[in-house]
């Protein structure tokens, strides 16, 4: 990965800081290269696995938004920032939720990336109003159509709006993706302007809705995704280093 830190820690790793320092750079020169405020864009730091003390140092380092991807670990780290009084977190429930799991997504969390089918929208809402509360989130879309993706195909998408707009207790803020693995982040690019392309049309097809988000690139595509048009980038390799397992 990269050498290009000035305070290496003991163990000579670059230190956490450093690195959310670079991935920041990087976010601000992807979005100048491609004329947009950087301020637009929000950095998920995707933490999953790693141990809550990294997620404090970042915090102490002034990164806000935290992504998870297993709800239970969510929820524990959730309890961990509580217990330490990191109030000013914002977390984000990144990874594939099973409907039978669909209570642990109602929280104190920021936004669900990656609702993915109606039945579980329809769910989320009908924990979150049981709960007195709403739930955030976005729509999963399997841009590529792989068979092993998880996502609305955008044609399932304009047939099943209609309903999923008029859930009474979620509220969709845009879409996400998962790109397929690339060796090569510009072979990426089709799959997000394609997803940027969908979110205009579905802005257009339904003005009720309110569609300001795209949750897409991750390390190894990230400035990609922000020159097509992300608004959120998850991030976790390049800010965590490399995960033991997940
Ligand atoms: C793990 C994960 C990421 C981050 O992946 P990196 O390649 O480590 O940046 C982003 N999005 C989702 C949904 C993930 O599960």
Redesign the pocket.
């Known amino acids: 990965m990269s050498d290009n830190s000035t305070t290496p820690s003991t163990n000579n790793e670059p230190s956490l800081a450093s690195q959310l320092a670079l991935v920041k750079a990087r976010v601000e020169q992807a979005a100048q290269r491609a004329g947009r405020d950087p301020a637009e864009i929000t950095l998920?730091a995707?933490s999953?696995t790693k141990p809550f003390a990294m997620i404090a140092e970042l915090a102490d380092a002034g990164q806000v938004d935290f992504?998870e991807?297993r709800l239970e670990e969510l929820w524990e780290k959730v309890d961990e920032a509580q217990n330490v009084g990191l109030a000013e977190i914002r977390w984000h429930a990144?990874?594939t939720i099973q409907s039978r799991k669909s209570k642990l997504a109602v929280g104190p969390f920021a936004l669900v990336?990656?609702v993915d089918t109606a039945k579980l929208a329809q769910r989320l809402s009908r924990d979150a109003q049981a709960a007195g509360t709403r739930v955030d989130a976005l729509l999963e879309v399997n841009v590529s159509g792989e068979e092993s993706k998880h996502g609305f195909t955008p044609n399932q998408l304009r047939t099943e709006l209609p309903q999923l707009l008029a859930l009474p207790a979620i509220r969709f803020h845009g879409l996400m993706t998962?790109a397929p693995l690339e060796q090569e982040p510009e072979a990426t690019r089709p799959i997000f302007r394609r997803l940027r392309l969908l979110l205009e049309d579905l802005r257009e097809r339904f003005p009720q809705g309110h569609w300001q988000h795209l949750s897409m690139g991750?390390?190894?595509d990230?400035e990609v995704a922000i020159e097509e048009g992300a608004t959120i980038v998850?991030?976790?390799?390049?800010i965590?280093g490399k995960?033991e397992l997940?």
């Open positions: 998920v995707v999953k992504g991807n990144i990874g990336h990656s998962m991750m390390t190894n990230f998850r991030v976790g390799t390049a965590f995960r997940g």
